[in-house]
């Protein structure tokens, strides 16, 4: 008895070994591709990126002088530099927490089915459906100071006159404005379907029991939706983020960073400085301006996204 | 209280669902109108309707060939994300311990460095290392470097929803590691899985620097370089055009996101749930 | 048929190779587009055998569809026959030369000939000298235009940057009627002054921007200079900080207060164009694009389009030009030679290239194609007013000069013309953000670092 039980033992643990063995060769087998290739793709040249920000690289050459935290200082002392900061702040805070807004109420408004459901859920799904490039070339049109279809809207419900109407693209206020709404727009449907997948990823036991318990809208949205929806929302939010500080295209579109300035992100200027103007090494310097402060707001939504994950 | 809800959701959706799509219904009005008359403030909505945008995109650039470029690049684009991403977000969302966060972090770190600056590097990468310049498949090889984390990470959410006691029962009943992961979680993370397609397809679709450094010949355009060159002459746009342009491509792929959408909506309810 | 390997110009397999490969693709590739508006000139057999060398170019989509056709159908055909040459032309967007011309640097290889709309001179290093090239050219059709020499030379290190082979005149286009109904007219900016009040009573505003664009920066530094106010020196010196500057600045501010709409804070290069094109606007600065198009909408107004040069300011009438075509040569390319007897050859026969252009183009060696025979040209065009494009030539004589003058087209210009630093500091002024002084003394600040870190690299 003694020596089977022994023996059975022995044959439970050397299984057990094989199957922790075996999961830790199985992890790195599955995740390895993965990182080999980002660290190739995207490493090798952030890395190239992060050298050139310390020299004074001009005109596309990815070699230059060591010039130790120049472009970074020279960056602090400039207006349009601390202008931009401020800007790309101000962008991705906002049209993100549109989004946010916008999306939960959107997913939780579609997940059950109702008539003209499928046709409703297409029209939201039209604007990131088109390639961004494209359509912020077609905001130009809508926001021209000659043809604006949303002018022509505002004077004809009599809400302005004709000629007091806004100046979408050239005031500051109404600049930013509308490269918030055309990044909110362009940004909604993405963070919708996100949700949406959360939303309807919500086992339907515990919907019965929310209901059984008499927890109806919001209450239930708060104290049962959200939690199970934590991971999907952060994920969502998280490269909401991301995408808006790290972009471009809508700003370079609409605005170029005018009216003077005044739209300016650390991205458009990025672009300015580096590429049209020629200076590698400041535009790499006020591209990476950005890494600290977003690094740290990544890891810190994860980490509180781990402390409330349920499950 | 069905009515309360129902009230809730038309309430919600149509205003919205109205802002979303109306730029898409003037999109179509100016893209039928005469070149001439786009500017003319007396013209607004009464017109001459034309499909001369839609012939100028068709027979006097090569559109068609920029749609197929956009279409196969995304596709391939897609198979490599998910042959990639699939396995590693298995592996961090159940197998890997601090390690495997610490490294899901990284990999999602990788975003914060803006296209706008490494397509310099890249491109040296690109035509030196690689020998791909201005070939469709540098973007191929290129694109998943930002499609695969945000897969990774997305899978990662889903995998980490599908209960650890699903594939512990399967593993009991005798199934390795590995067939669990085919023959159980695959099948309930496919609405996951094609989330990511949709995604991927959408981000690959949207890309523009990499498209603009790596291809130069006419010949070898995606969809969003291809518009700005042909249909912007120096200061003269051609709106119609352009906005035809935007159209064609956005209905159909609105049409496929709905029914990737909502089949994974009707799918999921009849899942392993029951 | 063609699959996603093709790499349309073939530039890692000999023509021989593709051929091989692709087969009856290729020529059919080839011959389609030699039917499409933009071709490229496809492999081509000619005397019975396949042309030996290779040559790549690049530049921007033209504003007239007829310039590419003729470049790329008759002119690159004709040339790479003549001389046993496989020309490869591709167009871009102008705006996104500057990416292609980085990435190109980065990435080592690209194309042989490249054009960029503004002389290129933080690319100094990286290109040629293009010395000879100049000197094969004046050798035929005589001196290097003093405009294209300005902006395509550097003093200090003695280097030919780039080669010019035209730019654009940049006229004011202006209403007549509207005009005439005031009994004025733009000969000098006092007389812009007093009218533009009474114009835009009339819902006809002045449109000269003050954006963060092309259009903006060239008005603005052209108006700056007649002001006397300059951004250099005839030694590269920055001279922003004057009394002038202050005064021009003021005077815009005023103007715009008087005669013009806010829309021209948030212009993009067309705007100024719709602006015109939709009958609001009474005058513009902007090449004669403003006026063919009009043409070709048949637009109402579009006789009472008049073409003059910019107006006189207290210092004179100076002008900058629209735009400058500017070829390099990289020093990575891997067909110098052809890509510089292409060159020399184009600037020399360059009356053919400003026809097709329907003489947007003018040469900057201007014995190709002298004044005097572009105005008889320019008499015969059909468009009402007779004769209103023989201006031309006296605004491109007269009154059009590079950017940066009196002193040279320079890196440390480039950067401040880059950076939009002119119409931030106009706009700044005008929508009453700052005094006219600040916002100049804050400019000049600005322009001084920019000039002092090029000096720091040697290049000027």
């Keep these: ?311 | 209280m069905a009515w309360r809800s129902r009230a809730f959701s038309y309430g919600v959706v149509v205003p919205f669902a109205a802002l979303l799509a109306f730029p898409f219904a003037w999109m179509a009005v100016t893209s039928l109108k005469p070149e001439a008359q786009v500017y003319d403030p007396t013209k607004v909505w009464s017109f001459h309707p034309t499909l001369a945008a839609y012939g100028f995109l068709f027979h006097h650039t090569d559109y068609l060939l920029w749609l197929r470029n956009s279409c196969l690049v995304g596709l391939m684009v897609v198979v490599i994300t998910l042959a990639f991403a699939v396995p590693a977000g298995y592996a961090l969302a159940r197998l890997a311990g601090r390690i495997g966060r610490a490294l899901g972090v990284a990999i999602f770190l990788t975003y914060l460095v803006p296209p706008t600056l490494l397509f310099l590097p890249l491109s040296r990468v690109i035509s030196q290392y690689l020998h791909l310049s201005d070939r469709l498949w540098a973007l191929v090889v290129v694109y998943p470097s930002f499609t695969i984390p945000f897969a990774i990470w997305l899978l990662m959410g889903f995998f980490k929803t599908i209960p650890q006691e699903l594939e512990d029962a399967a593993l009991v009943d005798g199934c390795s590691r590995f067939g669990a992961l085919v023959r159980i979680v695959f099948p309930i993370s496919a609405p996951g899985i094609l989330t990511v397609v949709i995604f991927t397809f959408s981000l690959v679709l949207n890309e523009f620097v990499y498209a603009i450094t790596f291809i130069s010949s006419s010949a070898n355009r995606t969809l969003p370089v291809g518009v700005p060159t042909d249909l912007i002459r120096g200061d003269l746009f051609n709106w119609p055009g352009i906005m035809a342009a935007i159209l064609l491509p956005s209905i159909p792929l609105a049409l496929v996101y709905n029914l990737f959408l909502n089949r994974f909506i009707t799918g999921f309810t009849g899942g392993a749930f029951r | 048929m063609a699959d996603i390997d093709e790499p349309a110009g073939a530039k890692r397999l000999t023509r021989r190779d593709l051929l091989r490969k692709a087969g009856v693709g290729a020529v059919a590739v080839g011959a389609a587009s030699a039917g499409a508006p933009y071709a490229f000139a496809g492999p081509m057999r000619f005397k019975g055998r396949w042309l030996k060398g290779d040559l790549s170019i690049i530049q921007w989509v033209h504003f007239v569809p007829a310039y590419d056709v003729w470049f790329d159908n008759t002119w690159c055909k004709q040339w790479g026959e003549k001389n046993d040459v496989q020309v490869n032309v591709e167009h871009i967007n102008n705006t996104l030369l500057d990416t292609r011309a980085a990435a190109e640097v980065a990435a080592q290889s690209g194309h042989d000939l490249f054009q960029n709309l503004h002389p290129m001179a933080s690319y100094e290093d990286q290109v040629i000298n293009h010395a000879s090239i100049v000197a094969e050219i004046e050798h035929k059709v005589g001196k290097y235009g003093a405009l294209g020499k300005a902006s395509t030379y550097n003093p200090k290190t003695k280097k030919y940057f780039a080669v010019s082979d035209n730019y654009v005149p940049d006229p004011v286009i202006w209403r007549h009627d509207l005009w005439n109904d005031i009994g004025q007219s733009p000969a000098t900016w006092d007389h812009v002054m007093a009218a533009a009040p009474k114009l835009k009573a009339k819902g006809h505003p002045i449109g000269i921007g003050q954006s963060q664009e092309l259009d903006s920066d060239m008005a603005l530094i052209a108006f700056l200079m007649c002001f006397g106010a300059f951004i250099q020196d005839e030694d590269n010196r920055p001279t922003l900080g004057s009394k002038r500057a202050v005064e021009a600045v003021s005077f815009m501010a005023s103007l715009y207060k008087k005669g013009e709409d806010p829309a021209i804070f948030g212009w993009n290069p067309a705007s100024n164009n719709n602006y015109l094109y939709s009958g609001t606007a009474s005058m513009i600065l902007n090449a004669i694009s403003a006026t063919r198009t009009p043409e070709q909408l048949n637009l109402p107004f579009a006789d009472q389009l008049w073409i003059w040069p910019i107006p006189a300011g207290p210092h004179g009438r100076l002008g900058l030009e629209h735009v400058m075509g500017c070829y390099n040569i990289w020093k990575f390319s891997k067909n110098k030679e052809n890509a510089e007897k292409f060159l020399a050859d184009l600037c020399i026969n360059y009356k053919q290239a400003t026809l097709a252009s329907q003489l947007y183009n003018f040469p900057s060696f201007p014995g190709a194609f002298p004044f005097s025979a572009i105005r008889k040209v320019a008499a015969a065009d059909p468009h009402k007013p007779k004769g209103k494009y023989t201006i031309l030539t006296t605004i491109a004589e007269k009154y059009t000069h590079n950017i940066g003058y009196p002193g040279t087209t320079n890196a440390a210009m480039d950067e401040v013309f880059s950076k939009y630093l002119i119409p931030q500091m106009f706009a700044q002024v005008s929508q009453g953000k700052l005094s006219a002084a600040d916002s100049v003394r804050d400019t000049n600040n600005v322009v001084k670092d920019i000039y002092a870190k090029w000096k720091k690299r040697g290049k000027i």
Excluded: C
Aim: glycine content about 8%.
């Design chain 1, 1 to 311: 008895m003694g020596a089977v039980a022994a023996a059975t033992g022995r044959h439970r643990r050397r299984r057990l070994r094989y199957a922790a063995e075996g999961r830790g060769v199985l992890a790195t087998l599955l995740i390895s591709p993965a990182v080999l290739f980002i660290a190739a793709l995207v490493g090798v040249p952030f890395g190239l990126a992060i050298y050139l920000s310390f020299t004074d690289a001009t005109a596309g050459s990815l070699s230059g002088k060591w010039v130790g935290l120049d472009n970074f200082t020279g960056a602090v002392h400039d207006a349009i530099f601390r202008g931009a900061l401020w800007h790309t702040f101000l962008f991705t805070l906002i049209s993100q927490a549109v989004v946010i807004v916008v999306a939960g109420l959107l997913a939780h408004a579609l997940v059950h089915g109702f008539r003209g459901r499928w046709f409703l859920r297409f029209l939201v799904l039209l604007p990131w459906a088109a390639p961004v490039a494209l359509t912020a070339i077609g905001f130009l049109w809508f926001y021209d100071p000659q043809a604006s279809i949303f002018n022509w809207f505002l004077v004809h419900l009599h809400i302005v006159s004709a000629n007091n109407v806004p100046n979408w693209l050239g005031t500051p206020k109404a600049a930013m404005s509308s490269i918030i709404t055309v990044q909110a727009w362009r940004t909604v449907p993405f963070a919708t379907v996100i949700f949406l997948a959360g939303v309807s990823s919500i086992p339907q036991e515990v919907d019965d029991a929310a209901a059984i318990d008499g927890a109806t809208g919001l209450h239930k949205f708060w104290y049962v939706s959200l939690p199970l929806l934590l991971p999907i929302a952060i994920v969502a939010v998280l490269f909401g983020v991301v995408f808006t500080a790290t972009d471009m295209v809508v700003p370079y579109i609409l605005t170029n960073g005018g009216p003077f300035n005044s739209t300016q992100v650390l991205t458009t200027y990025a672009f300015q400085t580096g590429i049209n103007a020629g200076n590698i090494g400041e535009g790499a310097a006020i591209a990476l301006f950005m890494l600290p402060f977003l690094a740290v707001v990544v890891i810190g939504m994860l980490f509180f996204a781990r402390r409330a994950e349920v499950a």
